[in-house]
C-alpha cells in the first residue's frame, strides 16, 4: 500500500529528493545507483536489481536522483507541473504520480 509523503512541483532540472528515512531503510544509499522506471502511469525509484536494463541513477549526497528526460518525456511530467510522492514500505521503492 502507497503511503503519500508530499506534493510539490517538478523541478526544471528534473531533480527529486527523497526522503532521509525511508531511503535508508530501502537501501538508496548516496553515491549508489537507484533504479528509475516508467510503470502504469508513474515513475517508480527503487534499489536496482542485478541484471535490470531499466535506467539507472546515482543518488546526491542530499538525497536527490535526477530523473532522465526520456522518462520525463514519457510520464508527460512538465516543469512546474505538481507531482505527489509515495513511499511503498512493502516493495521498497518509492512512486512519483503527477497529479
Not at 46 to 51: D, I, L, S, V
Not at 65 to 94: A, M, N, T
Request: one cysteine or more; glycine letters at 6%; charged letters at 30%.
Amino acid at each position: 500500500m502507497w503511503r503519500k509523503y508530499r506534493c510539490r512541483d517538478f523541478s526544471k532540472t528534473g531533480n527529486v529528493t527523497l526522503p532521509n528515512q525511508w531511503r535508508q531503510q530501502f537501501g538508496l544509499i548516496p553515491g549508489r545507483q537507484a533504479e528509475i522506471c516508467y510503470d502504469q502511469d508513474s515513475i517508480v525509484i527503487k534499489k536496482p536489481e542485478q541484471n535490470s536494463t531499466n535506467n539507472k541513477r546515482y543518488i546526491s549526497e542530499k538525497g536527490a536522483i535526477h530523473i532522465p528526460k526520456e522518462i520525463r518525456e514519457i510520464s508527460g511530467i512538465q516543469p512546474h507541473q505538481e507531482f505527489c510522492l509515495f513511499v511503498d514500505e512493502q516493495d521498497k521503492c518509492f512512486i512519483l504520480k503527477v497529479i
